[in-house]
């Protein structure tokens, strides 16, 4: 009954844009480990892609490191300007920041804690982060080389007015690199509001299977941080939040019913 009322709530933008709020306001508040620095369900890289050294990584996080790493790859990042939207507890920042050299990153999330959190955790000179939301972003108009997007836009009031401010913040040229899920039946919703913001679509690529190996790869090591870091009558629930082998989620992506979506983006050069 309760997940049936979420359900349709869900369906409201006002309702949608609280649920995030309230969500990762309380889990960088409750669960502020160190360890935990990734939220995203994980990606192993395509054959063509290449192995990734991650030497002073812990192997846990390896997999959500790997969802932004080989993202961020689709676009030159060196000396660049980076805005990440929905950047959560850092983790994915801070190694692009340290990893593909950009001159700044900024991290901007709607979750005030996990912008402290952040902070706290994740000290480089180019890197900081910030709060704000992903449909009023604020920077200034053509600022911005590139913007990253990491399973965060499904969580949004309105998918439309975020990337219209990408659009806004972007340099002409600048680019969008964006990794989401949503339910195979939808996909072309997003299809359609990323075409019709009237950036150009370089790549898409569906990456469920590759999402699916991650979530395999890393299921002892993830309930295993689940079980250290949450108390045992919340473990369940934030198992099926996390994705883990045998959830709701996780066995979606592989009977088809959810898909998971890579799309690089540009905007026009003049
Ligand atoms: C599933 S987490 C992913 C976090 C991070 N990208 C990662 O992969 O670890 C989604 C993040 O999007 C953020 N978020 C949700 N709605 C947002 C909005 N309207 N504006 C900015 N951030 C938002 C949440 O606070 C959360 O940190």
């Known amino acids: 009954m309760i997940k049936f009322i979420i359900y349709s709530l869900k369906r409201f933008a006002w309702f949608k844009r609280l649920n995030a709020k309230v969500t990762y306001e309380i889990l960088a508040k409750?669960?502020?480990?160190?360890?935990?620095?990734?939220?995203?369900?994980?990606?192993?890289?395509?054959?063509?892609?290449g192995p990734l050294e991650i030497p002073d990584e812990p192997e846990v996080q390896k997999y959500p490191l790997q969802m932004y790493h080989y993202l961020a790859l689709k676009t030159d990042l060196q000396g660049k300007q980076v805005l990440e939207v929905g950047s959560g507890r850092g983790g994915g920042a801070k190694h692009i920041a340290k990893a593909l050299k950009p001159a700044s990153y900024v991290g901007l999330d709607l979750a005030q804690n996990a912008v402290d959190l952040a902070n706290k955790l994740h000290k480089l000179p180019n890197l900081k982060f910030i709060q704000g939301s992903a449909e009023e972003i604020p920077l200034k108009d053509n600022?911005?080389?590139?913007?990253?997007?990491?399973?965060?836009?499904?969580?949004?009031?309105?998918?439309?007015?975020?990337?219209?401010?990408?659009?806004?913040?972007?340099?002409?040229?600048?680019?969008?690199?964006?990794?989401?899920?949503?339910?195979?039946?939808?996909?072309?919703?997003?299809?359609?509001?990323?075409?019709?913001?009237g950036l150009e679509c370089l790549e898409e690529?569906?990456?469920?299977?590759?999402?699916?190996?991650?979530?395999?790869?890393?299921?002892?090591?993830?309930?295993?941080?689940?079980?250290?870091?949450?108390?045992?009558?919340?473990?369940?629930?934030?198992?099926?939040?996390?994705?883990?082998?045998?959830?709701?989620?996780?066995?979606?992506?592989?009977?088809?019913?959810?898909?998971?979506?890579?799309?690089?983006?540009?905007?026009?050069?003049?």
């Open 143 to 197: 600022s911005v080389d590139v913007v990253l997007n990491v399973e965060s836009c499904h969580a949004y009031g309105s998918v439309e007015k975020f990337i219209s401010e990408v659009k806004r913040v972007l340099k002409p040229g600048g680019t969008l690199a964006l990794v989401d899920f949503r339910d195979a039946d939808k996909m072309d919703i997003l299809r359609r509001q990323l075409k019709n913001s």
């Open 30 to 49: 409750r669960v502020p480990a160190a360890e935990w620095q990734f939220m995203n369900y994980g990606y192993v890289p395509n054959a063509s892609e």
């Open 205 to 270: 690529e569906n990456i469920t299977s590759n999402v699916v190996k991650a979530i395999e790869a890393e299921d002892e090591s993830k309930k295993a941080r689940i079980k250290k870091l949450f108390p045992a009558k919340w473990q369940k629930l934030f198992g099926e939040f996390a994705g883990v082998v045998g959830s709701t989620f996780y066995n979606k992506l592989t009977n088809g019913t959810k898909v998971y979506h890579r799309f690089v983006l540009k905007k026009a050069d003049t």
